[in-house]
């Protein structure tokens, strides 16, 4: 089974940046959609961008479009969400997930096979 873990989450004033990574353990990660999602104190968690096996094609929630930039390594068994221009409502844990099956942006989370632990992120004002 893949195992996740998420890091690049901290503080961080409103406008600035950070990037996140989900690193996986095993060999077939190459073989998985990934997926990030994010939950702020006291909502549901929300789906945020998604890309497809091969990074050639990625989908984001409206709010994030133009700021946030998912990408992966399938070398490094790592994906990427470089997160731009930062807002407090961006404040939330982040968390990374994977799913096999066809490229569909709206999948929802119970079509996720396993989820990293999830990284804070904070937005000052």
């Known amino acids: 089974q893949v195992q996740l873990v998420e890091s690049g989450g901290g503080l961080v004033q409103t406008g600035g940046s950070l990037r996140l990574s989900c690193a996986a353990s095993?060999?077939?990660?190459?073989?998985?959609?990934v997926g990030w999602f994010r939950q702020a104190p006291g909502k549901e968690r929300e789906f945020v961008a998604v890309?497809?096996?091969?990074?050639?094609?990625?989908y984001y929630t409206d709010s994030v479009k133009g700021r946030f930039t998912i990408s992966r390594d399938n070398a490094k068994n790592t994906v990427y969400l470089q997160m731009n221009s930062l807002e407090p409502e961006d404040t939330a844990v982040y968390y990374c997930?994977?799913?096999?099956?066809?490229?569909?942006?709206?999948?929802?989370?119970?079509?996720?096979?396993?989820w990293g632990q999830g990284t804070q992120v904070t937005v000052s004002s």
């Open positions: 997930a994977i799913r096999r099956g066809i490229w569909s942006p709206n999948a929802p989370e119970y079509q996720y096979d396993s």
């Open positions: 890309i497809n096996r091969s990074g050639t094609t990625t």
């Open positions: 095993g060999r077939t990660f190459s073989s998985y959609l």
